[in-house]
């Protein structure tokens, strides 16, 4: 009898859910707090979606999972111009002094949860 190789013929589908998870945070710049170049609000001056102003820090984004969107006046800045901090208890404008006094500032936190199924027929 010859030599044959034999070979298991599979079949399989996998489902990927992204599940993303994003909070939104408000905060309108005051004349007093756009004293230097860089401007630092703390968790507790932003306000949450339903209009609550928060008592803790904010929702960080997930390692690998998530990310950060700032818009100064509806304006989407880069992510070089600002910084939140580890905790979440802070966020950090650089070159706030082109900021206009009032203009609103949107933190947009992205977080995911993906989850997979994979089924496997033979």
């Not at 070979?7 to 996998?14: D, H, I, Q």
């Not at 910084?83 to 995911?112: C, D, E, K, R």
């Amino acid at each position: 009898m010859a030599t044959e190789l034999f070979k298991l013929v599979m079949s399989a589908n996998t489902t990927t859910d992204t599940n993303p998870q994003i909070e939104k945070y408000f905060y309108n710049l005051s004349e007093d707090e756009r004293a230097g170049d860089t401007v630092t609000i703390p968790a507790t001056e932003f306000t949450d979606d339903a209009g609550n102003t928060m008592t803790g820090n904010l929702t960080t984004a997930s390692t690998d999972n998530g990310y950060y969107l700032l818009f100064v006046n509806g304006v989407l800045q880069q992510s070089s111009l600002f910084t939140v901090s580890s905790g979440g208890s802070q966020v950090a404008i650089t070159q706030a002094s082109t900021v206009p006094v009032s203009a609103p500032i949107t933190l947009a936190v992205n977080n995911f949860a993906p989850t997979s199924s994979t089924s496997v027929t033979s």
